[in-house]
């Protein structure tokens, strides 16, 4: 393109966004990616105008239009400062603990090189990784020719293996597309038909009566179905985990509790990292920092892209309705099926339940995890109907979760153009759960031959993909289960009447590759909690096995991680005291890692990184000069 047709298409843009109601508004081009400034009122037209920019097809938009009255809040963090990893030369850090990092970090090990894992929060899994459907979608909603179809299909398809790898439950339950008008009958059967063609996904349109032979509790708000046998289910946060406890297994170490906050940049590369818990050298950097992925690029002066957080929310029903519905479905209309959602629907999730949802906003905030009955309201609304049987007092909870969308609606999954050692794997909206093997392979090609620039790169002949899992009491057999209590009586002590849990499981996640002293870390690994009473009987219980186990005092113990202690000290009877007054007194403003009673396997300090391969060498205090960027916003 001409540098004169670019300056007409640019200051066509301006007028566009400006007649949006963008003031001040500016476009330009940096490096390949263009540009967005000035001000606006409302968060809707600041999206639209990053949309009708990346219609002009730059490798990126940057959005940088302020909304008026709006200052991003501090990035969620631990108040721990310590130096549980300063001075690490890992061959590989990696941002973030959500399901790609997690997965990615298994996938590097199965070459010899060293993996160190960042996380900001107590544990792996607390962002979208646990926050979503656990569908693993067939990849019939991609666009033909986009990443994110390409990647959720070969996604898909690694899954029955990995699952039986990792020893979790996956189910290939299957996936209804419904529709309500003929239009969408019609015009489906050649739009889903040419992309299951092109992306070779099995399934298509069925009749009326064989959609009702397979889920005979569909209402009449059907005319009829589009049937995908490949999509499965599975429990995200049980994936998520069993990623990172394999990969330390592994050898790769999982550093919680630490956020980076800034990077120093020498001649086009990253020299040093910092984090709250001391500074790391490392070879190479994969940024798989969800949300806040266009912050680690900005920080490693490579920001190319904006991410605009897309909220999700969602319903649980009670399992006792989970048999009525086998496949996950939605009712789609055409105005949906053009949007950037799949628009939600009804699932049964692996564990019985029914989800309902999700919706899908914009919204500024970027971990804005709050339900709102509006929403939930218009959720069941919606979604309720479809089935004979569903009623709102089968509600349980709701939960909320927020993709990482760009403006480009399209995974980024390559290496840095600007900066030498710097990997991106971000933007993973959905179905970025579906696609995270795919995701976590193409990385790990992509760095190990970016660190073959560097030095030897070898196959790991140790790397065993079977993750050493505990046993899950529910699964096992009579006898099996005899033979369990007989050799340890904790598995014998039911603790969640609900999900029916022993004390024995819980303990075993207290001492896993990835300990957790937080309730919503035990539940998040073997669900107590989850169930019908939402922990009301068991979460005393459970606290109590936490502090026995690892000599946390009771109001040591969080809900999830630093900031949510939900003890105070003993009640007002033996003390005078308030549970409010003790509750003033007990926020830390900046902490060391509390010491916890050491196990034979869980031996850091809380959330602290775990050293299951031999320490790298330490590096010089000082990495010669350089330059400090992307302050921290954390
Ligand atoms: C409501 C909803 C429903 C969805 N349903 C599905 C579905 O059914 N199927 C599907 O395939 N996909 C689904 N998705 C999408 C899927 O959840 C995401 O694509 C996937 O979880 C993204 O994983 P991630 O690891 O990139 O991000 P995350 O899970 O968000 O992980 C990123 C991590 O980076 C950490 N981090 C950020 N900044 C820093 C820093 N500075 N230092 C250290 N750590 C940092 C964060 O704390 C976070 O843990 C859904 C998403 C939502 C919100």
């Known amino acids: 393109m001409s540098s004169s047709e670019e300056g007409r298409r640019l200051s066509h843009l301006r007028e566009e966004i400006s007649a949006l109601g963008i003031r001040e508004a500016e476009v330009s081009v940096f490096r390949r990616s263009i540009r967005l400034s000035g001000m606006c009122g409302d968060w809707a037209t600041i999206v639209r105008a990053g949309k009708k920019a990346a219609k002009l097809g730059y490798k990126g938009v940057v959005n940088e239009i302020e909304l008026d009255g709006f200052t991003p809040p501090p990035i969620r963090r631990s108040a721990i400062e310590d130096g549980a990893i300063d001075g690490e030369r890992p061959d590989v850090l990696i941002i973030g603990g959500g399901v790609i990092g997690c997965a990615i970090a298994r996938e590097l090990r199965r070459w010899d090189v060293s993996v160190l894992l960042c996380e900001k929060e107590s544990d792996v899994a607390m962002h979208a990784s646990s926050r979503n459907d656990g569908m693993i979608h067939p990849g019939i909603a991609s666009h033909i020719g986009s990443l994110r179809g390409k990647m959720n299909v070969e996604g898909n398809l690694m899954y029955t293996q990995l699952c039986k790898d990792l020893k979790i439950p996956f189910k290939r339950y299957g996936n209804f597309i419904l529709y309500s008008d003929h239009l969408f009958g019609v015009g489906g059967r050649a739009v889903l038909g040419a992309r299951a063609k092109a992306f070779g996904i099995p399934g298509g349109h069925i009749s009326r009566q064989r959609m009702h032979e397979l889920e005979p509790n569909i209402t009449d708000a059907a005319l009829g179905a589009f049937s995908y046998p490949m999509s499965g289910v599975l429990s995200p946060y049980k994936l998520t985990v069993a990623l990172a406890e394999n990969a330390v297994e592994n050898g790769a170490r999982v550093s919680l509790d630490t956020i980076v ?199 790991n002949d140790r790397f065993d993909p079977v993750r050493k899992a505990a046993p899950v009491l529910k699964y096992l057999s009579l006898e099996e289960k005899q033979k369990l209590i007989e050799k340890n009586p904790d598995y014998g002590v039911i603790i969640c009447r609900c999900e029916e849990i022993s004390k024995g499981e819980i303990i075993d996640c207290i001492h896993s590759p990835i300990p957790v002293t937080s309730l919503d870390g035990i539940k998040r690994r073997v669900r107590p909690g989850m169930g019908r009473c939402q922990g009301g009987f068991c979460s005393p219980l459970v606290t109590s096995i936490i502090a026995q186990e690892t000599g946390l005092k009771p109001e040591e113990i969080t809900k999830n991680g630093d900031g949510t202690e939900f003890l105070y000290g003993p009640t007002n009877k033996g003390t005078g005291q308030t549970a409010a007054d003790k509750g003033a007194e007990s926020k830390p403003q900046a902490k060391k890692a509390p010491a916890r009673k050491p196990s034979a396997k869980a031996s850091a300090g809380k959330g602290g990184a775990r050293t299951a391969q031999k320490s790298d060498k330490k590096a010089p205090a000082k990495a010669g000069a350089s330059k400090k960027k992307g302050g921290a916003e954390a």
């Open 261 to 459: 906050t800034s990077m120093e940049m020498e001649h086009g590369r990253i020299a040093a990292v910092h984090t709250n818990r001391g500074t790391v050298y490392p070879r190479l950097v994969v940024n798989a920092a969800g949300v806040f992925s266009d912050i680690i690029a900005k920080m490693a002066d490579d920001q190319f892209f904006t991410i605009h957080p897309r909220k999700g929310e969602l319903v649980i029903l009670d399992k006792k309705k989970g048999k009525l519905v086998q496949r996950s479905m939605g009712l789609v209309s055409v105005k949906a099926a053009t949007s950037d959602t799949k628009g939600g629907g009804v699932m049964r999730t692996i564990d019985g339940n029914v989800l309902v949802g999700p919706d899908a906003y914009e919204e500024p905030l970027r971990e804005d995890f709050s339900t709102h009955a509006d929403h939930v309201d218009a959720i069941l609304e919606k979604h309720l109907p479809l089935i004979k049987g569903f009623a709102k007092s089968d509600v349980i909870t709701y939960f909320a979760g927020v993709r990482a969308s760009n403006y480009e609606e399209e995974f980024i999954v390559e290496r840095s153009e600007e900066v030498d050692n710097l990997v991106h794997a971000a933007a993973i909206q959905s179905p970025g759960l579906a696609s995270a093997p795919a995701i976590a392979k193409r990385i790990a090609e992509i760095s190990t031959a970016a660190l073959g620039e560097q030095m030897d790169v070898h196959k």
